[in-house]
């Protein structure tokens, strides 16, 4: 049975991922500091699965833990690097903490590499990179734009960190996954997404107001240069997108990459306005949602959605997902929280 290290594996991309990788036969060992979690993700998966992961309450920005960890868990041959704090507007007002933890924890990981034999990583990288793309759909080959927050700074940085280590250090490979917007839960409705606070993002900022715990959506701006005027984005399913990663970590083990560092866009490549996206959730779950427009969020894009050929055709992956299952897998998963 291979092994597999997921670090931020209790966390909303990393759980649903180690659910798909333990149904294909995985051996999954987590690590999290449960800085974003909640430690019955773990129970969770297992009601899935049927398999318990190993799961150890590691800071992976602190090596000592992480090596601790792996000396005790030895044979581990490929990691997914999900670990890592993740708001934008946070990251503005704290800086510091975003690259300490983002920065650091990458570097332990890779270092951890070199240590212990692990051969094949992935990385959690973001469509962020691209800013506003001049072109669309955007391509892997389109130029990195200048962060617009220490969030998105660290992860161009991650990406650096990355290429300079892969040049190195031969036998080792990685694949960046740069993701667009991941959104739903699992169809169990066992796990899904856990925002702390007053959500950020859409979707659960739409399911809250649809369960009446938000009294009233705010879209942020309708005159945009989009067909109805809100921005556009590449809503992707949490299932699809960590099937992604299946698929990367694959490629790796089977040696199929072209080169020992190969970086994807994992979208769908369908953009989606906001009013679409809240006019699909109405339809696919018969719930009126209350909203209203305001003004413009600083700082957010126009309009980016993937072009996903090269992930097609080298992954062998394609999104599946019919947005209304994704929307009525995100409701399903709101309204087990409220209980
Ligand atoms: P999440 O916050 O749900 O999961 C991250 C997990 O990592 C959490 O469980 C958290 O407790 C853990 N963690 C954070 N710092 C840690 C540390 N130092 N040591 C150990 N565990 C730590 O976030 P997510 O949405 O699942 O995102 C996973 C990855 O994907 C992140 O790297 C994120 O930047 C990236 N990403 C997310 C999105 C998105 O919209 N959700 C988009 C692009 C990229
Ligand atoms: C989507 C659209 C908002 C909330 C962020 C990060 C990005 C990536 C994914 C990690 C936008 C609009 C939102 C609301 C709204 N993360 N909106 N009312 O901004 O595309 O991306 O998460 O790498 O780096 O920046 O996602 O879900 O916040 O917004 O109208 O209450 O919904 O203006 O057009 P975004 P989002």
Redesign the pocket.
Known sequence: MKKILV????????SHTVVELQQRGYEVFI???????NPDVIDNIAKITDIKPVFGK????VKDELFGFLKQHPGIESVI??????AVGESVEQPLKYYR??IN?LINVLEAMKEFGIKNLVF?????VYGQPEKLPVTENSPIQPALSP?GNT?QINEEIIHDFIAVNKGINSICLR?F??IGAHPSGLIG??PIGVPA?LIPYITQTAAGIRECLSVFGNDYNTPDGTPIRDYIDIVDLANAHIAAINRMEQGKQKSALEFFNVGTGNGLTVLQLISAFEKATGVKLNYKIVGRRAGDIEKVWANTDLANKELGWKAQVPIEETLRNAWRWQQKLAK
């Open positions: 670090t931020g594996g209790a966390g909303f991309i990393g690590v999290d500091n449960l800085s974003n979690s590691v800071d992976v920005a690097h999900f670990a890592a704090s993740k933890n983002n924890g959690s990288s973001s469509c962020t969030y992860k993701y917007n991941p997404e856990l993002n």
